[in-house]
């Protein structure tokens, strides 16, 4: 430019940038600009949209030309700076930025720049996306609802903030937040941070938060989180059960204090202090009284823990108080049955499996005159030596109860340290857990005076069943005597039909007498051996008559005792005697004698093939001696006696193997 030349008007070109701030110096010049711009449609458009980027002044003189075209080389330094900074961070920004100029009128976008951030995010180089439309580079735009933001913003040039939403096309997916704007060159700016991490991460803090939250509300016992000022800032549903007040109720306007009774208050206060200094110096599990809301005092075995990071707790408790009430009642139940034990007539010794000696009573202590430190934890095989037992026969008959079987319980003798003799039966008891034999209680039975009165009773039945024997001996002989005096009157008296009576007389004596020799006879004194004494009793019987008829013995091998033999040996005695008298004309014939028992009955038979009673008898109104006595001595052994006639003559008499009334 030529100095000092006049000129009307001055020209200063730059081309155009996005923030000319020395526009507005120029205006302070009180210049009046002229637009020189290029005759197309487009910069037309421009020039009445943007302030000025080409100005023509007119100068008044030299030293005002001066001052501009220092103002101006001052402008374009200054521009230069600011561009590069802007540049700086459009490309190292974190957040994602994109340029667009619309087409189509404002109807789609292509890109006019991209920045690093926005490729990374987008996984999609910038030499990509340059001069493309936005809905063919992300095709799902107009579906997410941004490509209605870039419109708006281009139609009425007020910035809008697009909330976070999900962006998803067939390439990429992800959350989104927009700040969308329009620059004065009309091109829309798309400012924008990629989310999905923020919103996985979200996510995943709002996953873990229900799980705890569940975890908190579904752990089965009452929990509350406890703040430094003691206040409940946190209560489950069953801290609601525990204490009989309501989340409402408790969160944020009760205090832990206002729950525990007087007693213990103090030493919790110490506890939940001393855990904000230093949570190792207080206790993590402890018991304490808490009262609930209808007054009620229940037994709390609570767990305390700090947050970290924190002056809050955590505190776990559980109602033991049916736990208490249980543990209460088992200690009763065991202090009565240490009594029971201690007191026990008998001694108990508990063993393990192994043998060790477990638990010992003072019966058992006293009996074997042992200490009890001599005996707990001790094995008992090296215990029974001292008392004189044998070790392996006392082991098998354990081993025999641990396996279930019972071992013998006979009676046993020791010798205890006083040097007393101990005559013993062993009681056993297996001792079990979970199914498992776990051990054994031997109970020792002490028959020492027992076996004592024993021997006595025993020489005193021996005294009386020789007494007894005696007796037996000398009735029976008192009886032969009374056989043998009538044996004289019926040598010396006439008449056949007196002999007749002598001689059943004979015959009832000879019955009892075999009975009684039976008895002092046999190993017992109350039964006989009915078979032999049956056999004994025909056989003499026909001695007695010299009957030739034949005999057919079907006889049990049974044993009655003498309140039964006697009747039942007479009732015998009659039915044959008759049967060989009556029975058989010619003298020849047969007798059967059954005796036989089935389930609780015994049933005689007594028959005979000679010419039988007539038809027409009743045993109940026979007048015979014989068959009145045979009737009475059935009544007596509660029989049931039944006739059969005509070929020959039957008599079953049936009656119950039991004692009978006298």
């Not at 599990?285 to 209808?294: A, G, N, S």
Request: with cysteine.
């Amino acid at each position: 430019m030529v100095m000092g030349l006049k000129t009307d008007l001055f020209l200063v070109y730059t081309t155009p940038t996005k923030d000319i701030r020395w526009s507005g110096k120029l205006k302070d010049l009180n210049l009046h600009p002229v637009y020189l711009i290029d005759l197309e449609e487009v910069n037309i458009q421009k020039a009445i949209l943007v302030p000025p980027h080409i100005h023509i002044g007119k100068p008044f003189d030299v030293k005002e030309l001066k001052t501009a075209m220092d103002l101006v080389l001052d402008m374009m330094s200054e521009l230069k700076e600011e561009r590069e900074r802007y540049r700086n961070l459009f490309k190292y920004t974190g957040r994602c930025v994109a340029v667009y100029e619309a087409i189509d009128n404002g109807k789609d976008f292509v890109f006019k720049d991209f920045n690093p951030a926005a490729e990374h995010a987008e996984q999609v180089k910038k030499e990509d996306v340059l001069g493309r439309r936005v809905t063919e580079v992300f095709p799902g735009v107009k579906n997410f609802g941004l490509l209605d933001v870039f419109r708006r913003v281009y139609k009425t040039g007020q910035p809008e903030h697009f909330p976070m939403a999900h962006y998803k096309d067939e390439r990429i997916s992800g959350w989104r937040d927009n700040f969308v704007y329009k620059l004065p060159t009309g091109e829309i700016v798309a400012v924008y941070e990629d989310l999905t991490e923020y919103k996985q991460l979200k996510e995943e803090i709002k996953k873990k938060e229900e799980l705890y939250r569940s975890i908190f509300e579904n752990t089965g016992t009452a929990t509350v989180i406890i703040d430094e000022d003691s206040t409940v800032l946190l209560a489950n549903k069953e801290s609601e059960k525990l204490s009989g007040y309501s989340k409402k109720e408790l969160e944020g306007e009760k205090t832990w204090e206002d729950f525990v009774v007087e007693e213990d208050l103090k030493r919790m206060k110490k506890y939940h202090d001393l855990r904000r200094k230093d949570p190792s110096l207080a206790p993590r599990k402890y018991t304490f009284r808490l009262r609930d809301r209808q007054g009620n005092i229940k037994h709390i075995q609570v767990n305390v823990g700090m947050i970290p990071r924190t002056k809050k707790s955590v505190a776990s408790l559980i109602d033991i108080t049916e736990l208490k009430e249980a543990k209460r009642r088992i200690e009763e139940s065991e202090e009565r049955y240490r009594a029971v034990v201690e007191t026990a007539p008998n001694g108990i010794i508990v063993l393990d499996k192994n043998g060790r000696i477990l638990e010992v009573n003072k019966k058992a202590l006293k009996l074997s005159g042992f200490k009890r430190e001599d005996l707990i934890g001790k094995n008992i095989i090296r215990i029974l030596p001292k008392i004189k037992l044998d070790p392996e026969e006392i082991i098998s008959g354990l081993k025999l109860a641990i396996k279930g079987e019972k071992p013998d319980k006979k009676v046993r003798t020791f010798t205890n340290l006083k040097g007393e003799k101990i005559s013993f039966i062993e009681h056993h008891s297996v001792l079990e857990k979970n199914g498992e034999v776990v051990g054994l209680s031997v109970i020792i039975e002490d028959v020492t005076e027992r076996c004592k009165a024993e021997k006595k009773i025993k020489e005193s039945l021996k005294e009386k069943e020789t007494l007894l024997r005696e007796i037996h001996h000398r009735v029976k002989n008192n009886l032969q005597i009374i056989s043998s005096l009538l044996n004289l009157q019926f040598n010396k008296i006439k008449g056949e039909e007196v002999h007749r009576l002598l001689k059943e007389s004979q015959g009832r004596i000879q019955a009892m007498t075999m009975i009684h020799e039976h008895l002092y006879q046999s190993e017992t004194l109350t039964h006989i051996n009915f078979k032999e004494y049956t056999k004994r009793i025909i056989d003499n019987i026909f001695l007695s008559y010299k009957a030739k008829i034949k005999k057919k013995l079907e006889i049990q091998d049974i044993k009655l005792d003498i309140d039964t033999a006697i009747p039942l040996g007479l009732i015998i005695n009659e039915l044959i005697t008759n049967s060989i008298k009556y029975a058989f004309p010619t003298g020849e014939g047969t007798i059967t004698i059954k005796l036989t028992t089935n389930d609780d009955n015994i049933e005689l038979i007594v028959a005979d093939d000679g010419i039988g009673l007539p038809e027409s008898i009743d045993l109940e109104k026979t007048e015979t001696l014989g068959l009145k006595l045979v009737n009475i001595l059935t009544k007596q052994i509660d029989g049931k006696i039944t006739l059969k006639t005509g070929q020959g003559t039957q008599f079953k008499i049936i009656f119950k193997d039991k004692p009978r009334k006298r």
